[in-house]
């Protein structure tokens, strides 16, 4: 059984910045590959970036490359999403989640085991 919590979202301006935290805890964080989805209302849940368990290969949707960073501190049982230059468009519920069983990373939400409550990013025009 694995929890996960993510903190740091808000209402930010456009172009502005944002770090959102994913606390994890039951489980064996340093092994599991980790992801960060968002959803919008009326919309399906979107790829934004994943990580491998030991931090050294990532992966992003490409409507956040070069934006986006996501990272991780297995010490600390948390991954990071830093957002840079943010738009309206990036408006959504932010998700962490958990690749149990995972090695190549993934981009479809079918492919993660567990997952947080979200936590809300709103970007004013």
């Known amino acids: 059984q694995v929890q996960l919590v993510e903190s740091g979202g808000g209402l930010v301006q456009d172009g502005g910045s944002l770090r959102l935290s994913c606390a994890a805890s039951g489980g064996t964080f340093s092994v599991y590959n980790m992801g960060w989805f968002r959803q919008a209302p009326g919309k399906e849940r979107e790829f934004v970036a994943a990580i491998t368990w030991s931090g050294r290969s990532t992966s992003y949707g490409d409507s956040v490359k070069g934006r986006f960073t996501i990272s991780r501190d297995n010490a600390k049982n948390t991954v990071y999403l830093q957002m840079n230059s943010l738009k309206p468009e990036d408006t959504a519920v932010y998700y962490c989640?958990?690749?149990?069983?995972?090695?190549?990373?993934?981009?479809?939400?079918?492919?993660?085991?567990?997952w947080g409550q979200g936590t809300q990013v709103t970007v004013s025009s």
């Open positions: 989640a958990v690749d149990r069983r995972g090695s190549a990373l993934v981009s479809h939400p079918v492919g993660y085991n567990y």
